[in-house]
């Protein structure tokens, strides 16, 4: 690579960190009588904090930060569209690739980790693909990455690496490079596997060659596993879930700071631009909390989709800082090939801008609006139609969007209480959950909100500004006429690991891949254009499509 006066040498290292589940609630709540004792702060000085950077929709894969492209979804509320995004700069629609699919990130999608490699980048992936795989040319390692090791799937046991997809659909998820990784396998918490893995190819690289470093951590995802030891920490919380989370968090905390002092042992640490972030906002239900914003995980509020983050550099020219510019993770894709002195081709139309400047310097962020997503598969607000969306916009459609203070929602956003976080009582939560639980309009389904002046989405706005309303139902509708259709295919039974030796992996031969497209072709695919007059009303509310 090039010198500059950016950084000192001509190995200019990425490592991206992604975690499952947003940490807002150990970051965001009010006093915690067992809060985590916090790491030593010793990226503080020389870090950036990322105030609202937005995920993926929980139903989504982690396409985002690894290709660039939005078809549809910020973190989104979906673990998989995250990834989407990351790797591609472009955004995805509707939900995550089940691992019963014969689906997987599109070929045709050039990845983050081949945008750096061929900069003259060595790529490696540790962690959670969740990406597909039913053919191997969806493997990571024909994606971009050198080496991969870890998960295929979304979430599996931290320690026998076993993932059960209903019942009689189970099997081993294991991997290194395309093969299950029977040899490495000494039943090692996840969170500790990974790290020690990815200290490993810290030590064995050569420094002054330049190396992206992709961690996709299983923390603090389902099912709530942690060491014994970070679990006698939290043993005064009452509440186990929570206990659970909690014991999960601070081992994920250790394991980024022994990357980190890892990162500065092997000498890369002067010449490294380190990005943590998350996938989606936490779940309740599981010990995790985005109190005080609305929501959860799998769904288009704020709790949903909002996220924190940082970048840490010594490279960053203003540190110590804070940016309140929207970032969406799609960004990432653009952005880290731009500092890697990759090329990002003119007609690739990404998503995705590089904040770069917004993020180090504090410049004017290129992004003013973020679509959260557009979900053509999922029409279930009964009382939506074309008359609320004022002849613009089907409001019976599950859809957010973000232009700049300004939030709208149509169709069914989700789960839309706000839950207090478990640990300040040892009570049970019925009266504190039904204090904060929305009395749901039957007649709704469009909102908006100002989201600067109101990040906990308390007071809706739809009434009081109808022209604001308008202007962004046009803009959902002209999003959705660029957006492609949805490939959602249906469960394939030979992806049983009971076919494969018992390991989730690869099932479709290469050489009837092709078969698979045609042969799934309509059934696979959901128009997106949703045009106005289409759609008739049936009974209880459903909807059914006229005949073209």
């Not at 945008?115 to 540790?126: E, I, N, P, R, S």
């Not at 081993?172 to 299950?180: K, N, Q, R």
């Not at 003119?346 to 590089?354: K, Q, T």
């Not at 690991?497 to 050489?511: A, D």
Request: some cysteine; glycine content about 8%; hydrophobic content about 35%.
């Amino acid at each position: 690579m090039k010198q500059g006066p950016l950084w000192n040498s001509t190995a200019f290292h990425l490592a991206s960190t992604l975690r499952t589940q947003s940490r807002l609630d150990l970051i965001r709540s009010g006093p915690d009588p067992d809060p985590p004792p916090p790491t030593p702060d010793h990226t503080a000085v020389t870090s950036c904090q990322l105030v609202s950077t937005t995920c993926a929709v929980e139903f989504g894969g982690r396409t985002g930060p690894l290709v660039g492209l939005q078809r549809n979804t910020p973190v989104e509320e979906n673990p998989a569209q995250t990834r989407a995004g990351v790797e591609t700069g472009f955004q995805e629609l509707h939900s995550i690739i089940r691992a019963t699919q014969p689906n997987c990130l599109p070929l045709e999608n050039v990845t983050l980790p081949q945008k750096l490699k061929a900069a003259g980048y060595t790529t490696h992936m540790v962690g959670k693909w969740h990406l597909g795989f039913y053919k191997r040319g969806c493997m990571p390692t024909q994606r971009g990455f050198d080496t991969f090791f870890g998960s295929l799937l979304g979430s599996g046991d931290y320690y026998s690496h076993y993932k059960c997809e209903g019942a009689g659909m189970c099997g081993y998820d294991l991997h290194e490079g395309e093969e299950a990784a029977w040899e490495q396998d000494r039943g090692l918490y996840s969170t500790l596997m990974f790290t020690q893995k990815a200290v490993g190819i810290l030590e064995s690289h050569d420094p002054r060659r330049p190396l992206f470093l992709y961690m996709a951590y299983q923390a603090v995802h389902s099912p709530l596993q942690a060491p014994a030891r970070y679990l006698e920490r939290y043993k005064s919380i009452p509440n186990v879930a929570r206990r659970k989370y909690a014991a999960m968090v601070s081992c994920l905390d250790e394991a980024v700071h022994n990357l980190t002092l890892a990162l500065k042992r092997y000498g890369y640490y002067d010449n490294t631009v380190l990005v943590y972030s998350s996938d989606n906002g936490g779940q309740p239900l599981v010990g995790g909390s985005n109190w005080p914003l609305r929501g959860s995980k799998a769904t288009y509020w704020e709790g949903g989709i909002r996220a924190v983050g940082f970048v840490h550099s010594p490279l960053l020219v203003n540190k110590r800082t804070k940016c309140r510019a929207l970032i969406h993770i799609t960004d990432w894709f653009p952005t880290l090939v731009t500092l890697g002195e990759g090329t990002l081709d003119e007609d690739m139309n990404l998503d995705g801008y590089d904040v770069w400047e917004a993020i180090s310097e504090g410049r004017r962020c290129p992004r003013q609006d973020i679509l959260h997503n557009i979900d053509p598969m999922y029409v279930k607000a009964k009382n939506g139609s074309w008359k609320a969306g004022y002849g613009l916009w089907n409001t019976a459609i599950r859809a957010a969007l973000r232009v700049g203070h300004w939030k709208l929602l149509t169709g069914n956003p989700g789960y839309s209480d706000w839950v207090p976080p478990q640990t300040f009582s040892n009570q049970m939560l019925t009266k504190r959950w039904h204090n904060e639980r929305v009395q749901w309009d039957r007649g709704k389904s469009v909102w908006l909100f100002n989201i600067t002046a109101d990040p906990y989405e308390r007071t809706d706005l739809s009434q009081r500004y109808p022209h604001i309303v308008k202007k962004m139902l046009m803009r959902l509708a002209q999003y959705n006429r660029t957006a492609v259709p949805v490939r959602y295919p249906a469960k394939d039974l030979r992806s049983n690991p009971q076919y494969n030796g018992g390991v989730w992996g690869p099932w479709y031969k290469e050489e009837k891949a092709e078969d698979l497209e045609d042969s799934d072709g309509d059934n696979g695919l959901l128009s997106n254009h949703l045009a106005k007059g289409r759609w008739k009303k049936m009974k209880k509310g459903k909807l059914r499509r006229k005949a073209d």
